[in-house]
């Protein structure tokens, strides 16, 4: 499937792909969504209602790797070790990710960000002391894990390209994969999609989106 570069709002690159008019990260700004969904709502949410300093998250579309690395940025500035999973059924080659600037926006190691490319799938890497990485390379609708995760960085392509990731077959899974209280969090607010994640039991909350978004979806296991 062919993928071109496209520069979105706040100046940081994301991968567009002609064929579904579709991106792997919003337009109005890759880095910003980014650090409002995942690490505000999602990371420091978590953080801030629990006193555990491990956590563990599982990441629904490993993509060009923003979400790891912003998280992985997060943990050095910090006193928390983060355990990351991450899902991927088609992973980018690492010629398309070096054309990225998320190192130089954030002012961050190329080398270590490509590092997370590059390890091999299907076992865990020591990116650093306090984040361990682990990538696996298989369809959603295929996860079977159980009670393991604290937190799901939701970050699958949208409803209106992939409908099938936004169903109750799939949020059920990702409630099962859940430890109690675990969250959820997506840049999503597609009513269908809250509907699903409430019929498999969670409770819904509809926040502010980032930029260029009205509203955004967390959902935490009952």
């Known amino acids: 499937m062919k993928r071109t570069l496209f520069k979105t709002g706040d100046g940081s690159y994301t991968l567009h792909i002609p064929e579904w008019d579709e991106q792997y990260h919003s337009k109005h700004g890759a880095i910003a969504e980014a650090l409002h969904v995942f690490i505000k709502e999602g990371l420091y949410h978590w953080l801030s209602r629990n006193s ?25 500035k910090n006193s928390f070790t983060v355990h990351y999973t991450a899902i991927e059924a088609f992973p980018l080659e690492v010629t398309e990710v070096q054309k990225l600037n998320y190192t130089s926006l954030l002012n961050a190691s190329e080398e270590l960000f490509l590092q997370m490319h ?5 076992e865990i890497h020591g990116i650093s002391e ?12 295929e996860i079977s894990s159980g009670n393991c995760f604290n937190l799901i960085y939701f970050d699958a392509f949208g409803i209106r390209v992939q409908p099938e990731l936004w169903t109750e077959e799939i949020f ?17 607010a597609n009513g ?7 019929a ?19 959902a935490t296991k009952k």
Do not use: C, D
Not at 172 to 188: E, F, I, R, S
């Open 52 to 76: 555990e300093k491990a956590v563990s998250i599982l990441e629904i579309g490993f993509g060009t790797g923003l979400n790891a690395f912003l998280t992985y940025l997060e943990t050095e």
């Open 118 to 122: 590059r390890v091999p799938w299907e």
């Open 130 to 141: 306090k984040f361990h990485l682990k990538k696996q390379q298989q369809f959603f609708s």
């Open 172 to 188: 059920g899974k990702m409630y099962m994969a859940l430890k109690p209280n675990g969250v959820l969090v997506t840049y999503a």
């Open 192 to 198: 269908n999609a809250r509907r699903a994640m409430q």
């Open 200 to 218: 498999v039991g969670f409770k819904v909350e509809r926040l502010a989106g980032p930029p260029g978004k009205k509203e955004m979806l967390r």
